[in-house]
């Protein structure tokens, strides 16, 4: 309680009924309130000013009973919560901009009689819950067939239970090849690619957990994420050649429509796209504001035009990962093209947002090795006077205890990747509410990619 901006006061009214609570709960709030060395262990934790006017026993009271509602109160919890004569009510408003909720919780001893005494407490909580695969696989919803993605195998979800068999699978297919990765990614996994040629897809979060709507998300003040990937191809070649193209992790501005989002061409003949550039299956593409780490495994290395093959500016041949934010205002077809764009522009080859390792005289590229990696992504936001100001890291790999730990900044060691931009305050307030999700694709050379072992939370 003590980040918490609570006030107290000291009201009177007549509240309206509602249905009892089970004898758990009451259970807890009787010990809470009767107890007093539970009542003095929970006094603790708000500020001392908070009871500077309660004098007497039943304002005390009223005051550790509306206590226990905010500690009782989670995301959706509201009405009113008894205790024979006494109760606490709860209500809440949000989330802000900052993903933050206002909870008012009401303690109230001796309800409905002429010794009814009520106080009132206002704080302000974060929505900090993760969002895992584990717990949340099924928000991540199916791509659809011309819409998100352009080949029913681009975009794959596998949940921990076997559900009904995609159109793309015969039920034998779909049963050998879940049967086959159940135990492996034990909380359920996203393939993407397939190992077809020339996909293009994408897929977002539409849950409702933390401080998101329907997969609108408050954006607040960032994000981090854990998860982990593998390749299934084993690429031998000098330059990188044999499979493609990679992926992105996305965050996109809400304005965007996720059942439509997604980049790429609709005939999927520009794997370098990697779902994000692009008009993508549906013609509306991943409209901007937006930003990316991408996973880009395929070398594209010339400078021409954007909606022709060959048009990245890739720094070399080698596997690398890249920060990538949006193009010239007059297309799409540039947005994950290093060096383009102006407020914000992509970084360069080389540059602090571009990290690649070059593949062995003898052995596998970087990434294409068949062995499972890890990536973290952590994006902070700011507001300076009316611009934004953002900071996307990245690591592949990170090797020290709080890798995986989405609670909290990871500082064991310095990332791959770290690029800081400043955005216009049009564009800032656009990315107030996020959806994030990941994108794919594949040109002349297919992939199979697996994503597993997903944790998110939003930066407090």
Request: aromatic letters at 10%; glycine letters at 12%.
């Amino acid at each position: 309680m003590s980040d918490d901006h609570l006030t107290a006061g000291v009201v009177r009214y007549r509240a309206c009924d509602h249905t009892p609570s089970g004898f758990s709960l009451l259970y807890t709030i009787f010990s809470i309130v009767v107890l007093s060395s539970l009542a003095a262990a929970i006094a603790s934790l708000a500020p001392n000013t908070a009871m500077t006017n309660l004098t007497g026993e039943s304002e005390k009271r009223a005051y550790y009973l509306a206590l226990s509602g905010l500690n009782f109160w989670s995301k959706g919890k509201s009405g009113l919560y008894r205790l024979g004569e006494d109760a606490f009510s709860l209500d809440q408003a949000g989330p802000d901009a900052a993903g933050d909720y206002t909870v008012t919780s009401v303690g109230t001893v001796a309800a409905g009689t002429g010794r009814e005494t009520n106080v009132r407490l206002t704080v302000k909580r974060p929505s900090a819950a993760i969002i895992t695969f584990e717990a949340d696989l099924a928000s991540f919803t199916q791509p659809v067939l011309g819409r998100t993605e352009n080949n029913a195998n681009a975009v794959v979800v596998f949940s921990i239970d076997s559900p009904e068999a995609p159109a793309s699978f015969t039920l034998a297919d779909w049963t050998a090849l879940w049967s086959a990765n159940v135990y492996r990614y034990a909380s359920g996994w996203i393939r993407l690619g397939g190992g077809a040629a020339q996909t293009t897809g994408a897929i977002w979060y539409e849950g409702n957990k933390g401080s998101c709507d329907s997969g609108r998300c408050a954006f607040g003040k960032g994000l981090r994420t854990y998860f982990q990937f593998v390749f299934s191809g084993y690429d031998m070649s000098l330059e990188s050649s044999e499979f493609g193209d990679g992926f992105t992790f996305t965050v996109m501005t809400a304005d965007n429509d996720p059942r439509y989002a997604a980049g790429g061409t609709a005939d999927g003949l520009r794997g370098e796209y990697l779902g994000y550039a692009g008009p993508g299956p549906s013609g509306r593409g991943i409209v901007p504001p937006k930003m990316a780490v991408e996973v880009d495994v395929y070398p594209n290395c010339y400078d021409g035009d954007p909606m022709e093959n060959n048009s990245r500016r890739d720094r070399s041949t080698a596997n690398h990962l890249a920060v990538v934010y949006w193009g010239e205002p007059d297309t799409s077809y540039d947005d994950n093209v290093h060096g383009v764009g102006a407020g914000p522009a992509n970084p360069t080859g080389g540059g602090e947002g571009y990290c690649e390792r070059a593949s062995p005289l003898a052995g596998p590229a970087w990434l294409e090795d068949g062995q499972e990696h890890a990536m973290r992504v952590e994006i902070s936001r700011e507001t300076d006077d009316t611009q934004g100001v953002y900071t996307v890291r990245a690591w592949v790999d990170p090797a020290y205890p709080g890798m995986d730990d989405v609670s909290e900044d990871y500082t064991a060691e310095a990332p791959l990747v770290r690029h800081t931009v400043r955005l216009a305050a049009a564009d800032h307030a656009r990315l107030d509410t996020i959806c994030f999700g990941w994108t794919e694709a594949t040109g002349g050379h297919g992939q199979s990619v697996a994503i597993h072992d997903f944790a998110l939370a939003f930066r407090r």
